[in-house]
């Protein structure tokens, strides 16, 4: 039996490959929850609204794997559309017997970062909480928080630059009919204005400017001789004073940005050694960045740590040891090989350290916005509430574009959206 | 000679504010005109209010007015009040409005027509004649067909008019008129998309049954301002204007009798929240707010009516008569006529094109309420467009539309041609990106140009315009090259209150200008940088706009966008971004997609996007 389904139906696997005790296929697109429900012959609306189903998908009277489905309705799914994940065994074997099932179906099979570039569409996420996500993956860990809080406190503050807006142009236009007119209350909202847009100024500073880089990883996997390469040279101020005792640390400018150079002590054998490692682990904020080095990249960076921030970079190092490729980086984005004798990968080691989350300048964009809103401020009380709304509309254009909402928001987003797997 | 045996190059169907400017538009670019309309008497006829200009209305006045309508005479030639609205806040939003006599005003409009020796033929249109694509004229109830070349259709409120006051239901275009019902069957018939729109008006009172004295007082102010730039006499007579604040009796009187109002049955949420018609609507939105302001307006000079400016209302008469009287002042008031709600249908925006050519056919036009707007000056200026581009039709000229970085009208006219509405559109300040440029005072040097490729200006206007733009040229050099107070003059003019009585002190070469013209050059000054940014965002999003999407062959492969959009796209094929976003239905998050399909294509459109987002 062949059920039509418009193409927009899109499924991939969101597990890696190979064997594993659960594997787990995304579907997504209007008409998936038919789709499903069909597929393990459940009845008509079964799947509606946020459900759990248990079920048998077979492929021509054969079975293939009793199965969970889980599902979303648009409103609340990842990618703003229907959606539905189906559990079943980690078989390969039985997830492809599933996708097989599903485009014979109709579905189609996901690009990279195609669910999430439909959230991106649908209006679900951001450029920044985007660019997070695809640095937090392409370390292959999908637990941990994703940080948008500075994201939705962005949001937020262009509510209530849309609310002053408001407020201002009803005056412009109905002022005459009310008679009263509007300027105080106006002015008392602009004040608040200042005062939180100041708010997120300070965020963003710590964001940028307080941006710690820390240097992990066991033992002898060269991390000492890393912060040499990167601080030689580079040192801004003499070592920073309360050293602790786990390292050294170094304020370094790496291609135009400020950033505190971290070495840490290195873990022994297996995992994150916790007594040499709690404090900075309780010293790493969500912005900060962590390299993990290890030997070749035997070595991976540990679940307490990849489970709390989103930028980590995993580094081989002496690669000089093996043949490397020299575009490993760009070509797997994920482990990074590095040399401190050939200085093979120091540069877009740089590189990804000195980008700061959204390649943007935040406190540069905040601080124009303030600007703005000071300068609204102004023409309101100087009888010009042409000139004050135009001010207006700067601050809030200033906004969109750290949210990736302005004009020019296509190109990072793209690039971190070809650099997901299929399943995200 | 006999109308039958005439064929008239531009035939106009309705005497409202829409068709006599699109009728005197085409007879001075010398076309033979004939205007059709239901009756002689009620030619110009103010429907409404007795009231000509507004914020941004009154800057659209004036750029009829540049464009040698009729309007902006009319209104001076018959002011009682006026009032510069916003003068706190600017220069760049400020309004002029005129309450007019509205007899007097209907009566020059007319007088107008006569003197420009237009031909009127009253009777009522009841459908057009010939082929939909082409239609040959149109056909009259009492004279038949009438052959003309090409149509403008401007019958406001009328298309199959429908009035309302509580629980009756009558037809008619406005109180006292017909309903337009075979032409509108005639259009349905010929499968054009319309779809119907419903406002209202407020009960008129006998001057001499309200207590005036209770009421505040709004006088006129005194200027020499005019609309228009003609800069003929003002008349002497002089009106004020009252003011009353409805009260809690008022809002329990609406409610008792909201059940039976027309217009809330069903069609509340319609309504756009920013634009309230009728008291009802008010009291429904705003629950909290006792008091509103009422505007007591004469209906003319020593009119013995007032209009209720604030008061419109559809509750039937018993509920309007509590309403009234609930008023300070009005305690013994007593309605003339009572207030009434009106349903009509205009045609859906997908079928106008930016002339205002009706897309599926070669020669017929529409203007004015018939294209979902409301008010007067929206109507002008509508109709004088309209009859310019059937002109054009005529002559083998370029069809033209004003654009919106630079006009009133091209704002108007770009969204209600390209998104549509879902309420009766109204023109409001905030719609113009580019409001600090579009002002009152340089209408008639930001339009001389476009008028002058229209064709549309007779001689003399042209004359004037010129010598308007000439005065403003030695100014600006002026200013250019005068140093005061230390300070280049044309940085002098940023200050906040710089003058132009000021200015012309201090620069002896300026005095023989007028204020008024030395005053608009100092605000483009003052205003330049912020113009300078807008216009420059409208070229980049004009240069972004221009992206082209000749790369794409299928539109149905793009899974970046949603898939309705696909389908559209794949019948419209737009080649270029710009021409995606004008098709009605593509939403913003569909251009994103495009652009991002075209990212991920990775084709060197990449790095060209990038060097002009970097700029
Ligand atoms: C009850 C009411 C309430 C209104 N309230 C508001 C308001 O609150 N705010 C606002 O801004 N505007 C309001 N207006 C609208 C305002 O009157 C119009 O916007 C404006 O008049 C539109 O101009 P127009 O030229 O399109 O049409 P109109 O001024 O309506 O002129 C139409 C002309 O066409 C003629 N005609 C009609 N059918 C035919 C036919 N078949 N053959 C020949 N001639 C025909 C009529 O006789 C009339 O002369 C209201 C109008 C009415 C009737």
Known sequence: ?424 | MKISENTFDVIVIGGGHAGIEAVLAAERMGCSTLLVTARYSRIGEMSCNPAIGGIAKGTLVREIDTLDGSMGKAADATRLHFRMLNRRKGPAVWGPRVQSDADAYALFQRNYLERKAIRILEDEVIALEGSTENPEGIKCRKNGVVLGRTIVMAVGTFLRGRLFRGQSEWRGGRIGDIASDNLEEDIRRRLFHVERFKTGTPARIVRTSVDTGELGIQESEETDFRFSTDRKDLPGNREVCYLTKTNRNTMIAAKEYMHLSPLLAGRIDGIGPRYCPSYEDKVVKFPEREQHNIYVEPMGYRSRIFYLNGLSSSLPAEAQEKMVRSLPGFEKAIISDYGYAVEYSYFHHTEIAPSLRLRRTHNVFVAGQMCGTSGYEEAAAQGLLAGANAAGIVKGAKQLTPSRGNSYMGVMIDDIVSKGTDEPYRLFSSRAENRLHIRQDNADRRLYEFGKSLGVLSEGKSLLLELNMKEAAEIETVLSESIIERCQAAIWCRRPGAEAERLAELIPTLSSFSRDRIFSVMLDEKYSGYIRRSMKRDESRRRASSVNLSSITSYMEIKEICWEAREVLEKAKPRTLAEAERIPGIRPTDLEGLLLHLAGKRSTWNSSIKKETDQ
């Not at chain 1, 209530?160 to 209350?185: C, N, P, T, W």
Request: glycine letters at 10%; one cysteine or more; hydrophobic letters at 35%.
């Open chain 1, 1 to 424: 039996m062949r059920i039509k389904v418009s193409p927009e139906i899109i499924c991939a696997p969101a597990t890696p490959e190979g064997y594993s005790a659960l594997a787990v296929i995304r579907v997504s697109g209007k008409g998936s929850l038919d789709l499903i429900e069909r597929i393990m012959s459940l009845k008509t609306g079964r799947l509606r609204g946020m459900r759990r189903k248990l079920g048998v998908i077979s492929d021509n009277g054969k079975v293939i794997d009793e199965v969970i489905a889980f599902s979303w309705p648009a409103e609340r799914s990842y990618t703003g559309e229907e959606m539905v994940e189906i559990t079943c065994h980690g078989v390969p074997e039985i997830v492809r017997g599933i996708m097989d099932v599903l485009v014979r179906h109709g579905a189609g099979k996901a690009h990279n970062g195609e669910f999430t570039r439909r959230a991106f569409i649908s209006g679900k996420l951001n450029a920044i909480q985007i660019m997070t996500l695809a640095s937090k993956w392409n370390k292959g860990n999908e637990k941990g928080n994703i940080s948008g809080r500075f994201g939705r406190e962005c949001e937020e503050f262009i509510n209530q630059i849309e609310k002053v807006k408001e407020l201002l142009e009803g005056d412009i236009e109905f002022g005459e009919a009310h008679l009263d007119s509007e300027r105080i209350a106006i002015l008392t909202e602009l004040s608040s204005l200042i005062r939180d847009s100041e708010k997120l100024i300070q965020q963003a500073g710590k964001i940028e400017q307080g941006q710690k880089v820390f240097l992990m990883g066991p033992v002898n996997s060269g991390k000492s001789t890393l912060f040499n390469i990167l601080a030689g040279g580079k040192a801004l101020v003499s070592d920073v004073p309360g050293t602790t005792r786990d390292g050294t640390r170094r304020n370094v400018e790496l291609r135009g940005r400020k950033v505190l150079l971290c070495d840490t002590a290195g873990t022994g054998g297996e995992g994150l050694d916790i007594q040499a490692s709690k404090t900075v682990l309780d010293e790493i904020q969500e912005f900060d960045k962590v390299v993990w080095m290890s030997q070749n990249g035997k070595e991976s960076a540990p679940e307490e740590l990849s489970s709390k921030l989103p930028e980590i970079l995993e580094v081989a190092s002496k690669s000089d040891l093996n043949q490397v490729s020299k575009k490993s980086f760009e070509e797997n984005g994920k482990i990074l090989k590095l040399s401190s004798i050939t200085g093979e990968g120091i540069l877009l080691l740089e590189e990804w350290i000195s980008t700061s989350p959204g390649n943007m300048s935040l406190a540069g964009a905040l601080d124009r916005t303030v600007n703005h809103i000071v300068n609204a401020e102004k023409f309101v009380t100087g009888d010009e509430f042409g000139i004050a709304s135009e001010h207006l509309n700067e601050a809030e254009r200033e906004i969109r574009s750290i949210l990736g909402k302005g004009e020019n928001l296509t190109l990072s987003v793209e690039r971190a959206l070809s650099s997901m797997c299929v399943g995200k």
